[in-house]
């Protein structure tokens, strides 16, 4: 199917958003991004960057509604990534066309995420941070469909998350994408 294709079923699509039709169970998505099988992105990224990911599967379309980031430390301020220093490299959030390597979008081109704060570019004023007597929690909401619609990504296309920094002193991180999956010939029945 051709992006030309979607046109109609775009508006359609866009239409029952805005509606908050409920979606069946089995297609909500609620992923992890992964580095192959690993979900903790507190690695070390500074010699070799970790891509963390999520990639349509064959036959499916994903629309992409919400990222929920958590990232648990000691702390925790906004100067900081996490509790540890602020980065010299930063995370980069991009989309990648099935090919694997083609920009769709590039969502930190102009600033990676090298701070707390820097979340806010992304999710405005959802990045609450809660002080604990051990560990500090931040909580990211990057809620997409508040610019109007879902993110719609096609079969073989991914969702990236590019760790270029050491981040072992990290307790943890992770990040979440929320929304719609649906097999790619759902609009085609309709």
Request: glycine share 8%.
């Amino acid at each position: 199917m051709s992006i030309s294709d979607w046109t109609t079923e775009r508006q359609v699509w866009n239409g029952i958003f805005e509606l908050e039709c409920p979606t069946p169970a089995e297609n909500g998505l609620y992923e992890l991004l992964k580095d192959g099988s690993t979900t903790d992105m507190s690695v070390k990224g500074d010699v070799t960057p970790v891509v963390y990911k999520f990639t349509v599967p064959d036959d499916q379309i994903m629309f992409l509604s919400r990222c929920n980031i958590i990232i648990q430390d000691g702390g925790i301020s906004i100067t900081k990534f996490g509790g540890i220093g602020a980065l010299a490299n930063g995370l980069t959030v991009k989309a990648i066309d099935a090919d694997g390597t083609t920009v769709l979008k590039d969502y930190t081109k102009d600033i990676t995420i090298k701070k707390n704060n820097h979340f806010h570019l992304l999710a405005g004023v959802d990045v609450p941070i809660i002080s604990a007597a051990g560990d500090d929690a931040m909580n990211v909401r990057w809620t997409i469909r508040k610019k109007g619609s879902p993110i719609l990504f096609l079969a073989g296309q991914s969702f990236q998350v590019t760790v270029q920094d050491d981040l072992t002193d990290l307790t943890e991180m992770f990040w979440m994408l929320q929304g719609d999956i649906f097999d790619d010939g759902v609009f085609n029945d309709a």
